[in-house]
Nanobody, 123 residues
Framework: QVQLVESGGGLVQAGGSLRLSCAAS????????MGWLRQAPGKEREFVAA???????YHADSVKGRFTISRDNAKNTVYLQMNSLKVEDTAVYYC?????????????????WGQGTQVTVSS
């Protein structure tokens, strides 16, 4: 059973930065795609970014140029660097892991999920 543990969320002013981390419990991490999705109150879950096991990144149009996903297979960890944060980025951010990156990018689903971390951007 793969466990995903997110960290790095918090409260930040608009224009600020945060870095989210997601640590996986299993060595199989290196052969899985990883990603981040978010859900704001009253809204549907939204794709944010994903990275294939080979390291190919995918970003939603709404975060391109501001957010960057990366992974460190030696540490079983995926990161989401978030810059120029906007109030509309406020949401619970979930780490996800799946054998297929298309599951995360296209279908917004995943085999494994983290518990979520709150990101709040104030104006």
């Amino acid at each position: 059973q793969v466990q995903l543990v997110e960290s790095g969320g918090g409260l930040v002013q608009a224009g600020g930065s945060l870095r989210l981390s997601c640590a996986a419990s299993e060595r199989t991490f290196s052969s899985y795609a990883m990603g981040w999705l978010r859900q704001a109150p009253g809204k549907e879950r939204e794709f944010v970014a994903a990275i294939s096991w080979r390291g190919a990144p995918y970003h939603a149009d709404s975060v391109k140029g501001r957010f960057t996903i990366s992974r460190d297979n030696a540490k079983n960890t995926v990161y989401l660097q978030m810059n120029s944060l906007k109030v509309e980025d406020t949401a619970v951010y979930y780490c996800a892991s799946d054998p297929q990156v298309s599951s995360i990018v296209v279908r917004h689903t995943a085999y494994y999920w983290g518990q979520g971390t709150q990101v709040t951007v104030s104006s």
